[in-house]
């Protein structure tokens, strides 16, 4: 009988909140807003990828060789630092800084964007090498207007930020001379 009820309960889907696929039984005791927090992250990091890959494109001069472009947006989202090591272990403000220093050490901007971006986001939603989450209750709100403040500070930067000579240092749309699209 009671076998009987959890095989209801496991075919018809109730209580399951993971990812779906490959949650295994694990799955089954994730609380609806654990579930909810990796849908967000999933499409933060989907969202980011697609973002990097638009920032190479419209700024060519940071990498200029595809392939290369799409090893170090892989080793931005990689669970350990596979690329330079100067900046895998700092924290997302000091990388985030680095990308728009006038003297940065590492050449591809667009790389120590994407990097410190991503890492505001592990920071603030505390994701640890396994991604684990046990209650949506334990992502502090500090963290989160801390990735709020990086967020609008990237923002800012991106629009106003320029090199020695005048240019911005990032394309992302054209802009008029008073700084609006």
Request: positive net charge; glycine residues 10%.
């Amino acid at each position: 009988m009671l076998l009987g009820c959890a095989l209801l309960l496991l075919s018809s889907g109730c209580g399951i909140s993971g990812t779906g696929a490959n949650d295994g039984f694990g799955g089954f005791f994730t609380p609806t807003d654990v579930g909810v927090i990796r849908h967000h992250v999933r499409q933060y990091q989907n969202s980011l990828r697609e973002f990097t890959a638009r920032l190479y494109a419209k700024n060519p001069k940071y990498e200029k060789d595809p392939a290369r472009q799409r090893r170090k947006i892989d080793a931005v989202f990689a669970p350990l630092p596979t690329g330079e090591q100067v900046y895998a272990y700092k924290q997302s403000h000091e990388i985030l800084a680095a990308a728009f220093h006038p003297e940065t050490v590492e050449p591809d901007r667009v790389y120590l964007l994407s990097l410190g971006l991503w890492k505001s986001i592990v920071e603030a939603y505390d994701i640890g090498d396994e991604g684990i989450f046990v209650s949506g209750l334990q992502i502090s709100l500090e963290r989160l207007q801390r990735l709020h403040h990086n967020l609008s500070q990237v923002n800012w930067r991106l629009k106003t930020y320029k090199d020695k000579n005048g240019k911005l240092l990032f394309l992302t749309n054209e802009a008029g001379a008073d700084g609006y699209l």
